[in-house]
């Protein structure tokens, strides 16, 4: 399959997967809710161009100069795993949102059930 041979140079040929693989869950996890505008498109724009770029090296590259990136293994870790924060910190806000209505509702039931109480007690 195009470039990558594990036996004769797995580096090279772990490098492009990773470089597919993490493209690919930047593109995926990008457009997930939580995130400001600037986010989604940082995530979709390295994703797209992580994976572009493994594709290249897998099925285009004819042999040279390749550029090895550290950044190209940790961005899509940190990227990814602020996504997945932001998308617990989103779930988190809406359970507190959803308790603190739960909480109204029943002080409101609870102020209803002492004037009705109240009326009860006046009237005899």
């Known amino acids: 399959m195009g470039n990558l041979d594990f036996a004769n140079n ?63 293994l940790i961005l899509p870790v940190v990227l990814v795993t602020r996504t997945i924060r932001s998308s617990n910190s989103e779930k988190v806000r809406q359970r507190e949102t959803a308790k603190q209505a739960r909480y109204a509702e029943l002080q409101e039931a609870q102020e209803a059930h002492a004037a009705a109480t109240a009326r009860r007690s006046s009237a005899t």
């Open 10 to 72: 797995a580096g090279f040929s772990w490098y492009c997967v990773l470089l597919l693989v993490g493209g690919l869950a930047m593109i995926v996890l990008g457009p997930l809710r939580g995130h400001s505008r600037s986010g989604v498109t940082l995530n979709l724009f390295l994703g797209i161009v992580f994976f572009c770029y493994g594709l290249y090296l897998t099925f285009g590259f004819r042999g040279g100069h390749y550029l090895v990136s550290y950044w190209v």
